[in-house]
Each structure stands twice: as structure tokens, then as C-alpha cells.
């Protein structure tokens, strides 16, 4: 297997079996990856029921162990993903230690607890600990939606980076925008035609992904991925999308809304349940 992107590929494992996740490991390792990371954040009802993922962070003393194993099974780059906790972020504290004490080489942190999940705002003053206590780049994670949520993040927690999930589904963009204001050279500013291009992109490269491709489903697997590209846009191009079924639904309904030369909101509605929280990071700029 080849790495074409001409960039650097983590593989992230997620499971609690150690057996299973020392073999796993040893099989990655074969591959080109530039590392392999450890899933202790996703806060899936059914993963967690497993204690895997953020289920993990319930019984720290076996993330010890499981770091343990894995630290000695990977002798190239091991890094971990995480959550503050599993209930309160004062856990933080203890897994801190433990993340530490095996010398992993990256931490990332989504900054709210599993049973926080998506639902409030991040807590950069916890990512801000890990960044005076770990020797390893600390990267903050979590409702950055645009360049002030993100440059606010970084301030708060002076962390060494930042990972971007929905925001990026929802905005591609962001990483160049972000780069541009840190170099302070003029960003992208991409309008509705600009995303146009971007879902069509999107609905054929996952479609070339998918094994067996049968266009409805594809038309629902789209628009999960949709939700958080719709989201807050004016007019009716959520509640359509949503209605969609077929493809031909799902081009008019682009069409309809995308073939404009307007300029994109710079983030999602500052009520939003979707990003549910980063106004808290939108505000807080003035450290
Ligand atoms: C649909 C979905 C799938 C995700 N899958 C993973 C995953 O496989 N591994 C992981 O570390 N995080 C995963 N995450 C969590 C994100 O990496 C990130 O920690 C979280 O969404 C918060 O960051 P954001 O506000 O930038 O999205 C997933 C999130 C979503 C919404």
C-alpha cells in the first residue's frame, strides 16, 4: 500500500483488547504511516458500552496498562486522542500523569468530556495544563469553526495546533484561512458557487469510495455529511436537503441554493445546535 498524498498519515486504532491492539499496531507498522494513534474521545454509545474509545477514560489505571503495552509494541511514533475525562474534566488531571509517564509523542484533546459530548463549549484552561505538563506537542481540538475560534484556542491554550473536524466538513477552507492569518497574507474567501464545486467533489470522490454504489444511499450517506455544510445557510437549502432522495434531487436542490456568486457566512449561527458552544470561543479573544 502506498501513501500518494505527499503528506504525513496517522492511523488511528480504537478498541480495549490489548492482544488485538499490540497486533494491530504491529500490522500498521508495515505500512507508511507516519504514526499510530489511540482513540480515548469517541463518546458512540455503542463504542463506549465496549470501553473502548472514551469508554476508556472510566478506568484509567487500564489506560495505564494499555498505554503501557503499546508504548513498547510501536517503536515509531505512538499518539493518542482524547477527552478531558469521562464525567468531569477534573479527571484530566490523573490521565494527564498516566499520558505522560509513557512518553507518547503527540496528544490530542478534544476539550469537553464523553458525557459532555457535543453539547457545550470546550475547556481550553484543561488543554493549557497538558500543555505545561506534557513533553510531546499537545494539539487542541473542538469547535473551531473559523479563524477567530481557532486563533482564540490557541491563545488560551497555547497548544501547538489545531485539529479541525465539523468545521472543516462544513468549511474546507479553514485550513488555508487559518495559515493566512497566522501569515498574514489575504485568506480564501470562497462564495456559494466556490461550496458548489466542493459537494460535487465530495458526492463523486465518496461515491469512487464506495464499494457498491446504490444511488439512494448514496443520497442518504451525503446528507449526513451535508448537515453540517447546510447548516445556517439562508433559504430553505437545509430543509430541502433534508427531503432529498434521489440524485437528481440532490443536484437541483445544490443548483438551486449554490449558483450564486454571494460570499459564504464566515461560521454557523451563533445559536447553533449543531456546533453547539463555540461562541464561547468566538468571544474570548482578548488575552
Ligand atoms: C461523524 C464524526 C466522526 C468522527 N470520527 C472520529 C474518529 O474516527 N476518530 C477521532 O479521533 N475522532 C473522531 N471524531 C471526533 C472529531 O475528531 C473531533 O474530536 C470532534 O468532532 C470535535 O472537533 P470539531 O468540533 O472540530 O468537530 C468524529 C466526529 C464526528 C462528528
Known amino acids: 500500500m502506498e501513501n500518494e498524498t505527499g503528506r504525513p498519515i496517522f492511523a488511528q486504532m480504537i478498541g480495549r483488547d490489548i492482544p488485538s491492539l499490540l497486533r494491530t499496531a504491529r500490522e500498521l507498522e508495515k505500512l507508511p504511516v507516519a504514526g499510530i494513534d489511540l482513540n480515548l474521545g469517541c463518546p458512540a454509545p455503542i463504542v463506549c458500552r465496549k470501553d473502548a ?62 458525557v459532555e459530548r457535543y453539547q457545550t463549549p470546550v475547556h481550553p484552561d484543561f ?9 510531546c506537542p499537545v494539539i487542541a481540538n473542538g469547535n473551531v469553526v473559523d479563524v477567530e475560534t481557532g486563533r482564540n484556542y490557541l491563545l ?51 461515491a469512487r469510495e464506495t464499494a457498491k454504489l446504490v444511488p439512494a444511499a448514496h443520497v442518504q450517506r451525503m446528507k449526513k455529511t451535508l448537515a453540517y455544510i447546510t447548516h445556517g445557510l439562508e433559504g430553505d437549502f437545509e430543509f430541502e436537503m433534508r427531503r432529498a ?19 459564504l457566512p464566515a461560521r454557523p449561527p451563533l445559536d447553533s445546535k449543531l456546533f453547539c458552544g463555540f461562541e464561547t470561543l468566538a468571544k474570548s479573544g482578548t488575552l
Open 156 to 206: 488560551e491554550c497555547g497548544a501547538a495546533g489545531l485539529m479541525v473536524g465539523r468545521g472543516a466538513i462544513r468549511n474546507p477552507w479553514i485550513f488555508s484561512q487559518l495559515q493566512a492569518a497566522f501569515t498574514r497574507t489575504p485568506p480564501p474567501v470562497p462564495t456559494y458557487r466556490d461550496l458548489w464545486s466542493y459537494v460535487i467533489e465530495l458526492y463523486e470522490e465518496i
Open 53 to 114: 474509545g472514551g469508554g476508556l477514560l472510566r478506568n484509567p489505571s487500564y489506560v495505564d496498562e494499555l498505554l503501557g503495552a503499546l508504548r513498547e509494541a510501536i517503536p515509531g511514533r505512538f499518539t493518542v486522542k482524547t477527552r478531558l475525562g469521562y464525567t468531569e474534566p477534573e479527571e484530566f488531571a490523573g490521565l494527564l500523569e498516566i499520558f505522560a509517564k509513557h512518553g507518547i509523542d503527540g496528544l490530542t484533546i478534544h476539550g469537553r468530556t464523553v
Open 127 to 135: 488543554v493549557k495544563k497538558a500543555v505545561a505538563t506534557m513533553a
Open 245 to 263: 432522495k434521489t440524485p437528481q434531487d440532490f443536484h437541483r436542490i445544490c443548483k438551486t441554493h449554490l449558483d450564486r456568486d454571494g460570499i
